[in-house]
């Protein structure tokens, strides 16, 4: 495990929150995790999954608050402008 150690985490596309729990389980402190997803199903599992904000929506619905990481995996191969993804993901990103 890294020497960071966040307490608040931000996953765009999240699926069913498996890097989220992962995170949590893995981490040293407590992890405050938010999950976006466009699929209903897929919110609802990663809510089951112990993620503890999970938001139904696209690149339109970003939290209004910031996260110690935020990231994507294997999402932004879906999505026509990357820009405003990333930009919005280094936006909500505390910076050190």
Do not use: W, Y
Not at 7 to 22: H, I, M, P, T, Y
Not at 31 to 43: A, E, K, M, Q
Not at 49 to 67: A, T, Y
Not at 76 to 82: T, V
């Amino acid at each position: 495990m890294l020497g960071f150690n966040p307490s608040s985490a931000f996953e765009f596309g999240c699926g069913s929150g498996k890097n989220l729990k992962l995170l949590k389980d893995k981490s040293k402190i407590e992890v405050d995790t938010c999950g976006l997803d466009i699929s209903v199903i897929n919110v609802f599992q990663a809510h089951c999954n112990g993620v503890d904000s999970v938001i139904r929506g696209d690149e339109r619905h970003f939290p209004l608050r910031k996260f110690d990481v935020s990231f994507t995996c294997s999402v932004l191969d879906h999505i026509e402008d990357i820009t405003n993804i990333v930009g919005n993901l280094q936006e909500m990103t505390n910076k050190a």
